[in-house]
Each structure stands twice: as structure tokens, then as C-alpha cells.
């Protein structure tokens, strides 16, 4: 559904260093590395605002719900930063992976498995999507529903659809938002989301919201952000939609010949009979056969893990438009299953760290006397300074990275 990069704890991971909670360092970082012209004033919000709330009327937005959602909305220079810079640092696929698939989110995951065994059971049932895959889905967005989003949605869209590169769309979206608080499906007040406009507990931008949303619990409203129901459904409602076939894997680990030079990528899809021929195997040495077709994805080259990929993999793609968004999914839905950590290691001496790791790292880089601000996990360009100058001072390569290196150094355990 596209989300623009940053619509998700997902996409988040990509660019902490914009993200940064108003922590002094890292939020001076990142102001300085873009030139004052992208950043917006707030004059043009005032002189956009009115013709922004006639459009909403006009697209058939009730006065009500314009004065309610945009009476009070001010210039938000946050949103509208995020809305024109790329995030600068590019995270390694095994820190993004160690982040979101980590034993934390596993053990909470197979907790609500449980929990929710009765709904989820109606849900595969009626969409055809496995379980484990929607709560996968539900675990990356918003940790089960307990991660709501920094912005308030209608106030965040008005300022993204008054500047930059995509104002049109942000403006079309903020309709979209607007109307859903028309019907009565989601109130004003619980419009938790990203910059970007994604909200609720599986994370979807307003026009999705529209055009796949299901009021599953019965009581007449689609409320992606109280109903656990609505959530679960709506998203296996969006992977049906996305072309998800009842029965078939999002794929699996293979093994790669040494050397390997051969073909690869999501999109290069054959069948698995012509992935056995080109020397490709199951973990276990096992010949490869099957008419299904499969990619063959790499994701840190011949050296590190490799994957057969299907359409349903493509199906999971969609939701966030990322190959490692899709892999993280697939894999915690595997862990969720109880499968276990990819058998090749990643092509790093260096492997990335959990959530409760990273926490810890920071505590140990502030007990360390190295200012990175507030130990809250989240690791922004504050605290990737900091693991710079401590690498540096202990004579470690200088990445920047949280990683197992550094934490260990530090003493993390
Ligand atoms: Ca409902």
C-alpha cells in the first residue's frame, strides 16, 4: 500500500535518524543536514488551510468534521521534515531483521496467537490467509497493537498536504481520513499514526483504509485501532486483495552452491524444478522439484541466506514495499509456527541486535559517559554518534552500527 517509507515500525527502523523524540543532539543533527529552503514556513500551512478545508467539503467532508479535525492545527515542523528528507542511513538487512524479529516480539506474538485464537481461526477461514502471517503483519506495525504513532493523523496530513513533493496525495489522503471520521468509524481522538497518514494496529494509509477495511466484530464500524478483529480481518482482507494464495508458502531457505553467480531477484521467477537444475538445494541437500515458480532472493548476496520466494511473498511485499519489510514478516511467521533462526548466517562478523539489546547498549553507552540523550531503544543519529566515538575509543572499527561488537565491548551480556 506504500507507505513512504516511514508508515511503519518497519520503515521506521530505516530512519530513526530523523526520528529522533525531540532529543536535543540528534534532532540538531539532523536539522543541520538539510538546507533551510526544504523546510517550509509556516505562513504557507496558514494561506493553504483554508483552501485545504473547502476541498474537503467540496469532496463531500461534512463542515463538522473539518472544523473538528482542522480548527487547531498547527504548523508541524517535524512532519513536514520527514515528509522531504531521505533518511541517511541505510540499515544493514541484519540489524532490521535482529530488531524486528527478536524473542521478544516472538514470545508476544505466540502469546496473542492464544489470545486471539477464536477470531484468528474466523479470519482464516474467511480470507484464506494463514494466521500467522496476519499476526506477523500485526507485530511488525504496531507491536501488537501497542505502538500507536507519534503524530496526530488529520493534523500531520494537513501539514505534509500543504509542502513538499507529494502535497496532492497527502491532501487526498487527508480527505480520505476526514471521511472515515464522517461514518463514525474511527473517532477523532484515536487518530494515532505516522507523518505519513498510516494508522491503526496494522498500519493502513486512509485510502486503503477505504477501499479494504471490514467491520469484522459485527458492531457496524471499521475501527482499525480499538477493534482487534477489524484490524486481523482488514489486513487479510488487503493480502487477499494483494493476490494471496490459500495454501502456498511466502517461500523458504535454500541452499546456494558455493560460488554461486547465477540468476537471482523476487521478479526472476521460475519454476522450483529450474532452481534444482541451477545447482540450488533444500538445506538439507535435498533436490529441488515443483512446478510452482520462485524467485531467488539473496538478500546480502550468494554468501549470506538465500530464500525461494513465491507470490505470496510478492502479496506481503505490497504492504510495505520492501524485500526486507516482506522478509521480516515471512520469517516471524515462521518463528511464530515455531520454526527456527535461518540455518546460514548473515556475512557479517558483526550480527545486529534485539530491542531489549539495543536498550541496553544505550544504558551502557550513557553508564560509559558518551551523551546520546534519553535510553528509550530507539536508535537515532544521537546515539549512532555515540557508538562511534566509543568504537573509536576502544580501537574497534567505526560503523556507527548498534551491533553485537560494540555491546559486547561495552559489556552488554
Ligand atoms: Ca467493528
Redesign the pocket.
Given at each position: 500500500m506504500r507507505r513512504i517509507g516511514l508508515g511503519s515500525i518497519a520503515g521506521r527502523v530505516y530512519a530513526r535518524a530523523g526520528l529522533a523524540k525531540a532529543r536535543g543532539a540528534a534532532l540538531a543533527l539532523a536539522a543541520l543536514s538539510l538546507p533551510l529552503s526544504a523546510v517550509p514556513a509556516a505562513a504557507s500551512l496558514e494561506s493553504c488551510l483554508p483552501q485545504m478545508r473547502a476541498q474537503a467539503v467540496k469532496a463531500g467532508v461534512s463542515q463538522r468534521t473539518v472544523d473538528a479535525a482542522l480548527a487547531d492545527v498547527a504548523y508541524d515542523e517535524k512532519a513536514v521534515r520527514f515528509s522531504t528528507s531521505q533518511p541517511e542511513y541505510k540499515t544493514p538487512i541484519w540489524d532490521y531483521l535482529a530488531f524486528l524479529v527478536d524473542a521478544e516480539r516472538i514470545a508476544d506474538g505466540r502469546k496473542m496467537l492464544s489470545r486471539h485464537a477464536r477470531v484468528l481461526a474466523q479470519v482464516e477461514k474467511t480470507y484464506g490467509i494463514d494466521r500467522h502471517i496476519v499476526v506477523a503483519v500485526w507485530g511488525v506495525e504496531s507491536d501488537y497493537g501497542q505502538f500507536r504513532g507519534d503524530f496526530h493523523v488529520p493534523h500531520a496530513l494537513a501539514n505534509v498536504g500543504c509542502s513538499g513533493r507529494r502535497a496532492k496525495y497527502f491532501r487526498s489522503e487527508l480527505i480520505e481520513i476526514l471521511k472515515i471520521v464522517d461514518r463514525g468509524?474511527v473517532r477523532l481522538a484515536d487518530l494515532q499514526g505516522s507523518w505519513a497518514g498510516a494508522f491503526g494496529q496494522t498500519q493502513f494509509m486512509p485510502s486503503t483504509y477505504r477501499r479494504l477495511a471490514v467491520?469484522?466484530?459485527?458492531?457496524?464500524?471499521?475501527?482499525l485501532v480499538n477493534?482487534v478483529?477489524?484490524a486481523l480481518a482488514s489486513t487479510a482482507n488487503y493480502l487477499k486483495n494483494a493476490g494471496w494464495v490459500t495454501g502456498m508458502p511466502w517461500g523458504y531457505e535454500v541452499k546456494v552452491p558455493a560460488g554461486y553467480r547465477g540468476p537471482s531477484g523476487r521478479k526472476s521467477k521460475v519454476s522450483v524444478t529450474e532452481w534444482g537444475k541451477r545447482g540450488i538445494r533444500h538445506l538439507d541437500g535435498a533436490e529441488l522439484t515443483g512446478s510452482a515458480r520462485a524467485g531467488l532472493l539473496l538478500p546480502a548476496g550468494a554468501e549470506g541466506p538465500a530464500f525461494l520466494v513465491f507470490s505470496n511473498f510478492d502479496a506481503i511485499y505490497t504492504y510495505n514495499v520492501a524485500e526486507s519489510y516482506a522478509l521480516a514478516i515471512s520469517h516471524l511467521a515462521d518463528r511464530l509456527r515455531g520454526a527456527g533462526p535461518f540455518q546460514v548466517a548473515w556475512p557479517t562478523a558483526d550480527p545486529g541486535l534485539s530491542r531489549k539489546e539495543r536498550l541496553e547498549l544505550q544504558k551502557l553507552l550513557l553508564r560509559a559517559g558518551y551523551d546520546i540523550g534519553e535510553a528509550d531503544g530507539r536508535v537515532g543519529a544521537a546515539t549512532r554518534a555515540g557508538i562511534s566515538k566509543a568504537e573509536a575509543r576502544l580501537g574497534l572499527p567505526v560503523t556507527g552500527r548498534p551491533g553485537q561488537r560494540i555491546y559486547k565491548a561495552l559489556g552488554g551480556r
Open positions: 468509524d467491520d469484522f466484530d459485527g458492531d457496524g464500524r471499521k475501527d477493534s478483529p477489524d
